[in-house]
């Protein structure tokens, strides 16, 4: 590959290394254009800024990791709110979650969300990457956190990060989603037309999905508020070196390569996470290590 770009939300870009950079490791341009708590709305929109400031060609590799449906997309050039970027976009994970309290509150919540339509939004943005990057010519490959069909009801979030905001739910049948009320009708929301145009069944393996599935090498934090660890539901820097040797590189019939970097890397963290059970502690020490040629920081408007 000539270039590799990568898009995504925390599973992508973190407070560790992840997929995305071990594989910028083995390619002479990497551009990682992931960023925690955005949604699929600010990823498609970073799709078009990246490929209009470097027009992807058939010699790029491009990979989306697209996000959750309930994530609440704004950007502007100015000053953030507490917690945020200082510029750019501005989520912060679920509109659900404990970050998000002030922002929005129930008032904003009534008179702005509706889940069926940011599902729509989610689907009218794949549709519209899938179609920019099939006329770029580019090689791509997309994934999810978990399997977004089922629309965070099969994701691992621990108490307050509130991915998972239901009973178990389905996409295509409708499970588990409110029909909408017309007069004095109810009408289930049909996204069945999007399942081929968006081509799902191509997509591989969720990295959420198969981390969850190696708990064993998940991290668990310790928070100093409460006596009970927690399992992160971020994939641990293994299991990102697992997925990508396991499942994006066969998927790009790409060999394992062992660079010095990555041992540096790996053996870096894991060293780290050895000395300190704190997330916040862990991430703070971790970049004051300055591991070689990590691009660990926002890409973009």
């Known amino acids: 590959m000539k270039r590799l770009f990568t898009f995504g939300c ?11 950079d071990f594989l910028g ?9 992931g960023q925690h708590g955005v949604g699929n709305v600010a990823i498609a929109n970073r799709v078009a800024e990246c490929h209009s400031k470097n027009k992807f060609t058939k010699d ?27 510029m750019g976009w501005k989520t912060k994970g679920s509109i659900f979650n404990y970050f998000n309290e002030e922002t929005y509150d129930k008032d904003w919540q009534m008179k702005f969300f509706d889940e069926r339509s940011y599902i729509m939004y989610s689907l009218n943005s794949m549709v519209l990457v899938k179609n920019l990057l099939d006329n770029s010519g580019c090689t791509y490959r997309m994934t999810s956190i978990g399997d977004f069909s089922k629309l965070g009801s099969d994701m691992e979030t621990p108490n307050g990060y509130a991915e998972n905001i239901g009973d178990e739910k389905d996409l295509w ?20 037309h999007y399942k ?17 599935k190696n708990h064993d090498k998940q991290y668990t934090w310790k ?22 040797d396991n499942v994006l590189k066969p ?51």
Request: aromatic content about 14%.
């Open 25 to 33: 490791l083995e390619v002479d341009y990497f551009e990682n254009w």
């Open 173 to 192: 049948t409708g499970q588990g989603l409110a029909p909408l009320r017309i007069g004095n009708t109810l009408q289930t929301i049909d996204f069945n």
């Open 251 to 301: 998927s790009l019939k790409l060999d394992a390569v062992d660079t010095i970097n990555r041992k540096l890397w790996l053996d870096t963290v894991q060293q780290v996470k050895q000395e300190i059970n704190e997330l916040d502690k862990f991430e703070s020490v971790l970049e004051n290590r300055q591991l070689p040629n990590w691009q660990n920081y926002y890409i973009g408007y």
């Open 60 to 86: 790029d590799v491009v990979i989306i990791q697209w996000s959750s449906h309930i994530r609440n997309d704004f950007h502007n050039f100015r000053s953030a709110p507490k917690g945020r970027n200082s």
């Open 10 to 20: 925390s599973f992508t870009r973190y407070g560790w290394p992840t997929w995305a």
């Open 223 to 244: 928070d100093p508020r409460d006596i009970k660890s927690w399992m992160d539901p971020h994939p641990s820097t293994e299991n990102h070196v697992g997925w990508l």
């Open 196 to 212: 081929q145009s968006i081509g799902f069944d191509d997509w591989i393996e969720p990295i959420g999905s198969y981390a969850w």
